[in-house]
Structures are given as C-alpha cells and as structure tokens.
C-alpha cells in the first residue's frame, strides 16, 4: 500500500502538486535478479485490489498447528486462482490485457491505459477520502473500508461502462455489514441497492451463518431506483466438517431460505426469523475421496424441502450456538454419499454431482443428474476450454448440448467456489 500526501509530484503533472491525499495499492511479488516480476503500482491495481478485498475471505485466526500451515497452504493455490479470475476480469471490462494492469504505463507511453488510469483516479481519491470517513465513524470496527466497483455488461444491459457500485464494508467481531449504492460516473446520487447484515457463530462441531437482506430488485426494472421497493430475506448456513479415514471426508450443510417480505428499514427486518409460511431448507452432502487407487473423487448431493417436508430442528437455530446440542452428521447419517443412489430421502426433488480428476491435472469433469433423470456432463480442460454434454438417461446417448442452466454456478451443487476448496481438503488429506 502507497500512501500519496498532499503536495507529492506525479510524473504525468510535475507542475501541479497533489491536492487530495489517496492511496494505492500493489501486489506483493517475489523479487527476481533479472526484475521479470517486479509489477509498477497504478491505479488499476487499486481496483484489483478493491475487488480481492470483497471477493476473498479471510482468515483473522491465527495458525494453531503444523495441520494448519498445510492446510493453509494448499489454500494459498486457491486464493491464486481467484486472483487470476479477478485479474482478468477486471482486464475484460476495461478493454485492456492483464499484463497493462501492472505495466508502467507512462514509462512505456501507453496512452490507452494512461487514459483509463487518469479516469479511474476520482474512483480512488472518493475510495480513500470515504473509507478514512468510515473508520471515524466506526472507530471500534475491526475493518471499515469503501470500494467502488465499475459495473458489469449484464448490469449496464450494454450499455456504456460509466456507472459504478459502491461499497460500503464494516466488521466488527461476529457482525459484517455491507451496503451496496448505485452511483453515476460522477460518483454522486447514491442510491442504496442493498443492505447485508450477517453474523458468524462457531462451535466444536459446527460453523453458523444468518444473512439478512434488504434489496431492491433492479435487474430488468425500468423503474428509477429510488421508487422500487425493498424487500427483507433471511438465510441461515449450517456446515460441519467430519473426516471418516485417513483419505475420506463428509461435508454437511443445511440452508433455510425465508420468503421475502416488502419492507423500508433493516431494522424491521432484524427482528424475523426464517420458520413460518412459505420457507425453504436445503440439505447438501459432499464427500471427499483420495484414495490413491482411484485419483481424487468429489460427490456432491442437493435436496429440496418446502416447509412441510424440511427437517424442523435445523431452522432458526440458537444464533450463537450455545443450545444447539448433536451435529449435522447425527441428523443425516442415513443419507449415502454413493453417487449411484437414486433416494429422495422425502425431498421434493434432488440434484447429485460427481467430480473427477485427471492423474494430471489436464482436464476436470463434473457429472450432474437430477431426479427426474436427466444427466449433464461437464468437462473442462487446462487450455481453458470446456465441453457441455446432455442425455435424456443414465444409458442414453451423450451430445454436446451447449451451455445449460445446470451448468450455472448458481445452481451447481460442486460450483466454482466450493470445488477448490474441496479439492485442497482432498490434498490436505494425503
């Protein structure tokens, strides 16, 4: 991180001292004699940053053992994949190529990235000035921070790039707050989009996440954003983590989803609980298998329940975990992890997953059925490439089908974000 005070000279201006202190932001690299990794400090890598700083989690406890730091070390392969990921998006929405975001740009008289740079700066003065503000105003947070993000495509509906999200982020022990605003490329006329509220429990089983939410739906609305209403849901996670044999792990998770009600103040929507009409609860079990005759095997099954049919004594549990007695694998010990199964242990409908490995590494494929009996087939290889696949049974014929909704991450049970870090507890496992 680089401090810029008042009164430093910028290379592009050397007459006209800085008025306004910011900050920005580089990437710690390994230093070589030949200088091939050293990375220049713009502020495009600023907007990297901010990006990685709302993407990644991380972890405030300390390493308590040897099982730790190897543990955290495979996770380090993860976090670089992130990074990739982000590099390059944020590349693609810039129009530029990921090797300009660490460029030197004026050394090298790239007068393209200059001028998305000279662009980008009152992003990054309004992101320093806002966050010291935050940090005043939450003094007791443990982090305090505000990132303007530059909105999507898909969020512009192709229009042009000028209008940006901005995030506001406080975290204070268990609590984290984040609140999302529409602004112009101007950076005024804020509107709030939506307000999260989440806290964190753990205990020696099991970890506990509430969300609530407050947000307008905006996607596909012409409606000017401060007209549309705003509407509260409230999530709860439950995950446990249990190791069978030296090569074998179970992952449990339960996830209630509440209906949304119309309501103006997060304050209202604090006071619900997920249970009563018109919820939903999902029951997910991963099993991990890398036992060196068969390579690395990663089984994922989903279940569906409406409220009749959900398992009642997973739903608004004890916040903090204190009175919560048994564990996730008590409760759903009968289901077999098997991917050949075809139960619905009472679910109103199922989604399985089988996640498989080259001895290489040079290709990933992911097999997907669902209860009705319909197969999808994933494989993606190291070039970048990937091939969709779909059968109307499990010994039907397999045709490239194209991109389906079954391959959205959204509705993967071994999606984007939770394969790698099953495949690092398949590592850890070795």
């Known amino acids: 991180m680089v401090d810029v005070p008042v009164g430093a000279i910028d290379a592009d201006n050397p007459n006209t001292p800085i008025e ?40 405030d406890n300390a390493m308590g053992s040897c099982a730790d730091l190897k543990l955290a070390i495979q996770l380090q392969g993860i976090t670089d994949n992130s990074i990739q990921e982000l590099e390059n998006d944020v590349a693609n929405r810039n129009n530029v190529s990921v090797d300009q975001l660490y460029s030197d740009f004026i050394k090298e008289d790239d007068n393209e990235v200059k001028a998305l740079t000279q662009k980008l700066m009152p992003v990054i003065k309004a992101s320093y000035r806002e966050s010291k503000m935050l940090r005043q105003q939450n003094p007791t947070a443990e982090e305090a921070y505000v990132s303007y993000i530059v ?10 790039n000028d209008q940006w999200y901005k995030v506001q982020v406080t975290k204070s022990g268990s609590k984290v707050e984040r609140r999302t605003f529409d602004v112009t490329s101007e950076l005024v006329d804020p509107q709030l ?32 954003i401060e007209n549309l209403p705003f509407k509260c849901s409230i999530k709860q996670t439950i995950e446990e983590t249990h190791k069978l044999y030296a090569n074998s792990w179970l992952y449990y998770v339960v996830t209630n989803q509440s209906a949304t009600k119309q309501e103006s103040e997060m304050d209202v929507c604090l006071n619900y609980d997920v249970g009563g009409d018109d919820y939903e609860q999902t029951v997910e079990v991963m099993a991990v298998d890398n036992s060196q005759n068969q390579g690395t095997v990663i089984i994922g099954h989903r279940f569906h329940y409406d ?15 204190n009175n919560v007695n048994g564990n996730l694998l008590e409760s759903f010990v009968h289901i077999d992890p098997d991917f050949r199964e075809n139960e619905g242990y009472g679910s109103l409908f199922w989604v399985r997953s089988k996640a498989e490995f080259s001895s290489n590494e040079s290709s990933q494929v992911i ?31 397999w045709n490239v089908c194209g991109y ?27």
């Open 20 to 59: 306004e202190a910011y900050q920005l932001f580089f990437p710690p690299v390994k230093m070589t004699t030949s200088g091939s990794e050293i990375k220049s400090t713009t502020p495009l890598t600023s907007m990297l940053w901010n990006e990685m700083k709302l993407n990644l989690d991380i972890d």
């Open 193 to 224: 989009i939506e307000h999260v509220v989440t806290y964190t429990a753990e205990n020696s089983d099991l970890s506990y996440t509430r969300e609530y939410s407050l947000r307008r739906e905006t996607e596909g609305n012409q409606e000017s």
């Open 307 to 321: 409220q009749y049919k959900a398992n009642a004594a997973w739903v608004d549990v004890d916040p903090t975990l």
């Open 404 to 430: 389906q909704r079954a391959f959205a991450n959204k509705y993967k049970v071994l999606n984007d974000d939770r394969l790698p870090v099953l495949k690092a507890l398949a590592t850890y496992s070795q």
């Open 367 to 397: 097999t997907i059925k669902y209860s009705d009996d319909v197969w999808f087939k994933e494989t993606d290889y190291d070039d970048g490439s990937t091939v969709y696949e779909c059968s109307e049974s499990e010994f039907g014929e």
């Open 151 to 160: 909105r999507s495509d898909e969020d512009t509906n192709d229009e042009q």
